[in-house]
T-cell receptor, first 114, second 117 residues
Framework: GEDVEQSLFLSVREGDSSVINCTYTDSSSTYLYWYKQEPGAGLQLLTYIFSNMDMKQDQRLTVLLNKKDKHLSLRIADTQTGDSAIYFCAESGSNSGGYQKVTFGTGTKLQVIP | DSGVTQTPKHLITATGQRVTLRCSPRSGDLSVYWYQQSLDQGLQFLIQYYNGEERAKGNILERFSAQQFPDLHSELNLSSLELGDSALYFC????????????????FGPGTRLTVL
């Protein structure tokens, strides 16, 4: 079945760039997402990228997609303490019925050190 | 604020009991999804409804059931509760039926924290 892998933990200093990586197995993925979960809160959609794109930039966020290697990354420039959270990668493909199926990664906990 | 509401925010109950979690999707969204998030299992997809009909099933136990009502709100029923059912339960909603050829981005509610003692 589909699988989405992420490293569990990342620690960076405030002001540095953070890069969170994700690999997936479903070659039919149409969209790939990054969600942010702050402590005690739900998942907040940060950004998504269509599978025929290789880069998307949105303010401090840059998403890079290497479809050949099935590798997705999220770069956060000038990381702030407010960026401390768990970041989930997710990919959408289709199930056997032709409907969208979203698979989430295990989440990467980002710790920002002041 | 995603526009998805969930009640209650916290629920504490005993083993063997039954509880109902409620979700109201964003205005205009027809699809509702339920997820379970526990420390050891991560985020697990349980079930999806579209416009009142079950659309997809994930790792949902037979003790759990859900439905979506004509007003599009959804309820997740958990019965014969066990200690291992303690988790955060999230509801998400999206616009359409989830056809893979267009983005059907899911928006998450704040979750219900269930503690089974």
């Amino acid at each position: 079945g589909e699988d989405v892998e992420q490293s569990l933990f990342l620690s960076v200093r405030e002001g540095d760039s953070s890069v969170i990586n994700c690999t997936y197995t479903d070659s039919s993925s149409t969209y790939l997402y990054w969600y942010k979960q702050e402590p005690g809160a739900g998942l907040q959609l940060l950004t998504y990228i269509f599978s025929n794109m290789d880069m998307k930039q949105d303010q401090r966020l840059t998403v890079l997609l290497n479809k050949k290697d099935k590798h997705l990354s999220l770069r956060i420039a000038d990381t702030q303490t407010g960026d401390s959270a768990i970041y989930f990668c997710a990919e959408s493909g289709s199930n056997s019925g032709g409907y969208q199926k979203v698979t989430f990664g295990t989440g990467t906990k980002l710790q920002v050190i002041p | 604020d995603s526009g998805v509401t969930q009640t209650p925010k916290h629920l504490i109950t005993a083993t063997g009991q039954r509880v109902t979690l409620r979700c109201s999707p964003r205005s205009g969204d027809l699809s509702v999804y339920w997820y379970q998030q526990s420390l050891d299992q991560g985020l697990q997809f349980l079930i999806q409804y579209y416009n009142g009909e079950e659309r997809a099933k994930g790792n949902i136990l037979e003790r759990f059931s859900a439905q979506q009502f004509p007003d599009l709100h959804s309820e997740l029923n958990l019965s014969s509760l066990e200690l291992g059912d303690s988790a955060l339960y999230f509801c998400a909603s999206s616009v359409g039926s989830g056809r893979a050829f267009y983005t059907d981005t899911q928006y998450f509610g704040p979750g219900t924290r269930l503690t089974v003692l």
